[in-house]
């Protein structure tokens, strides 16, 4: 009987099914993340994705607070600030919350960290007020290592965007932790929540500057001279009755700062005056703080040359009330003086030391400043759609690695060069943001990787911003190959000679580490984050350069996330009447490069 048949073969496998296609994005393949910093490769990225996301939904907290308050949604909201108009209201509400988070870290004790953040994390606008500090570092390393009240803030720098999930949902779906509630109201003998807080809170507690009599002055009242706006009262004692302004106030800082005796190995309170600590490196100097504050001293009681001692009375004053009345509590005076103490230090340090003495704040930053600030960037992140909680879940997770990706490019920009003033992107400006939040983990990077300490500049004039901006286009071009924005907008043009040294840079490295073509989502925030433009009173946009008021069409119809806004209201007379956020000088017509630049936003101007 013959064998049967052998089996058929089995068969052929079928074909690997094919990859799917790679985003538009990312047609073009690109070599794994390199984080170089200057000479340096750090073995993981600076800030994470989740530290990053953390960021993110605590900006989307400071966002609701802000909205709840400039649209009286909360009913606890007294009636007198209803009245007011959204912008007041908004800074009526952030003072409040500076003088509740300085009743905050006066008050703060030693915790370790898990019992700080369980028990003594603070409210949501205390926090704002934090996260704002946070982010002048150069101020803030100085005046923690200054000022007593921050002793215990300094080592909980590292936990600022640790165990904020109790603010990422709206009020109310969350109950308020009752441990904290208590251990505030115990430290602050005031309510956690803001607004169980404000119906209480009409009056700050200030001293009068000549009989250093306390008083209470209102936050706001009829005439406008409270002292959330033109601040202006008389003291109550009948033999001083001095008239007090922030102007008195910041002569009485001054004078206690350049007064306050103590050792050379003590750290106390105010030993130093403001900004004299830290040097422009960003180390801490107490040896360059002890000299300027001993020229000072000199100056004001012995020097026989200045200009107040005409009638020769100030050359044998010693107390700080004859100081004070010989300078005639004059901040124009005071700044004359100290101009011609320091004339041997540099124009910087003498104007680092004189932008601290502003009124009466024990802080070196003007924090109402710094809020508002904030608060724009915030305003444009929510924008973007950034905050939403699901912005970047799966592939879009890509945005924010690339972001991480710039950001280390850009401190590698730094490092290459020391003597230039770079403009970061918003998406760079984030994550430099979230890094800042790590205080002495950001100043120990910088000197690691950076090779010196990089501030956060908050006031910085037309010129230098402009020429700082297109200083960095150019020089992100040239050594990365790729466009340091891809929003749409014009960038600056290169001489031949720059264009040359560019083409010969890229045919010597090959390609770049960077992403040539990102995500869709990421486009409208590599526009220029310019949010340290220099703010007036009124959180108007002075000194800022026409060309970075306004954002393209083009970009905003290549992101697809906007569209045109509505025009503004007219005044009946036909005049074009500017908002609260707008600029100076929006009535003139953009020329030249300007031209390519159209509004971004919801009709306002941002900085």
């Known amino acids: 009987m013959p064998p049967p048949p052998p089996p058929p073969p089995p068969p052929p496998p079928p074909p690997p099914a094919p990859a799917p296609p790679a985003p538009p994005w990312n047609l073009f393949s690109q070599p794994p993340p390199t984080y170089m910093i200057g000479p340096r490769k750090p073995s993981k990225p600076l800030v994470t994705v989740e530290q990053v996301q953390d960021h993110l939904q605590l900006l989307s907290a400071f ?5 709840t308050v400039e649209e009286c949604k909360d009913n606890r909201i007294p009636r007198f600030a209803m009245r007011m108009d959204s912008d007041r209201r908004w800074r009526w509400f952030v003072h409040l919350a500076i003088d509740r988070f300085e009743k905050w870290v006066t008050a703060l004790q030693y915790a370790a960290a898990g019992k700080f953040l369980a028990k003594y994390y603070p409210p949501l606008d205390v926090c704002m007020v934090w ?6 570092p150069s101020w803030y390393a100085e ?4 000022l007593t009240m921050l002793q215990y803030l300094r080592p909980l720098n590292m936990f600022a965007l640790g165990s904020i999930s109790h603010f990422h949902r709206p009020r109310s779906k969350r109950q308020v932790n009752v441990s904290r509630a208590t251990s505030w109201y115990q430290q602050t003998r005031s309510f956690y929540d803001p607004f169980e807080d404000m119906t209480r809170k009409a009056y700050k507690q200030i001293e009068c500057p000549r009989c250093r009599t306390k008083i209470f002055v209102p936050f706001v009242n009829d005439n406008s001279t409270g002292y959330v706006e033109n601040f202006s009262a008389t003291c109550p004692v009948p033999q001083c009755r001095m008239k007090i302004t922030n102007e008195t106030l910041a002569v009485a800082k001054f004078v206690r700062d350049l007064k306050q005796h103590s050792s050379r190995h003590d750290c106390m309170a105010y030993v130093f005056p403001h900004g004299s600590l830290i040097n422009s490196s960003g180390r801490r100097d107490s040896r360059r703080a002890w000299a300027i504050k ?3 001293t000199r100056t004001l009681q012995h020097s026989t040359r ?3 001692t005409v009638d020769g009375r100030l050359a044998g004053l010693r107390g700080t009330s004859e100081i004070k009345e010989a300078i005639g509590y ?3 005076r005071l700044r004359d003086i100290v101009a011609a103490a320091l004339r041997s230090y540099s124009s910087s340090t003498t104007s680092r030391i004189l932008g601290a003495y502003r009124d009466g704040s024990p802080f070196s930053v003007d924090l109402l400043d710094a809020v508002l600030r904030q608060s724009l960037f915030t305003e444009k992140m929510t ?7 699901a912005a970047f879940r799966g ?3 890509r945005v924010l690695e690339d972001a991480i990706l710039r950001y280390h490019a850009f401190l590698d920009l730094i490092a290459s060069r020391s003597n230039s003033m770079l403009v970061p992107t918003l998406d760079i400006d984030l994550v430099w943001h979230t890094h800042q939040l790590m205080a002495s983990r950001y100043a120990s990077d910088c000197e690691l990787y950076v090779g010196r300490y990089v501030d956060h500049e908050l006031r910085v004039r037309e010129s230098h911003l402009s020429a700082a901006f297109d200083e960095t286009c150019l020089a992100w071009q040239l050594r990365y190959q790729v466009p340091y924005m891809q929003c749409g907008c014009s960038l600056p043009d290169e001489t031949s000679w720059q264009k040359c040294r560019r083409l010969v840079r890229q045919h010597l490295r090959g390609r770049t580490h960077l992403q040539v073509s990102l995500h869709p989502d990421h486009i409208p925030a590599t526009h220029p984050s310019i949010h340290n433009a220099i703010l007036s009173a009124r959180r108007r946009v002075d000194n800022m350069p026409g060309w970075m008021i306004s954002h393209s069409d083009e970009c905003r119809a290549s992101s697809g996330h906007h569209t045109r806004p509505p025009p503004m209201p007219m005044k009946p007379s036909g005049v074009h009447q500017r908002g609260p956020y707008e600029g100076a000088r929006m009535d003139r017509k953009p020329s030249g490069r300007s031209a390519g630049y159209a509004q971004y936003g919801r009709g306002r101007n941002y900085v």
């Not at 966002?63 to 909205?67: I, T, V």
């Not at 005046?143 to 200054?146: G, I, V």
């Open 294 to 296: 001993d020229q000072l």
């Open 330 to 332: 004059s901040l124009e």
């Open 143 to 146: 005046d923690c290592e200054r």
């Open 131 to 136: 996260h704002a500090y946070m982010l002048c």
């Open 383 to 389: 924008e973007l759609g950034w905050t939403k909680a």
């Open 306 to 308: 200045m200009p107040l």
């Open 63 to 67: 966002h609701r607070l802000r909205m």
């Open 395 to 397: 592939q879009k997770q």
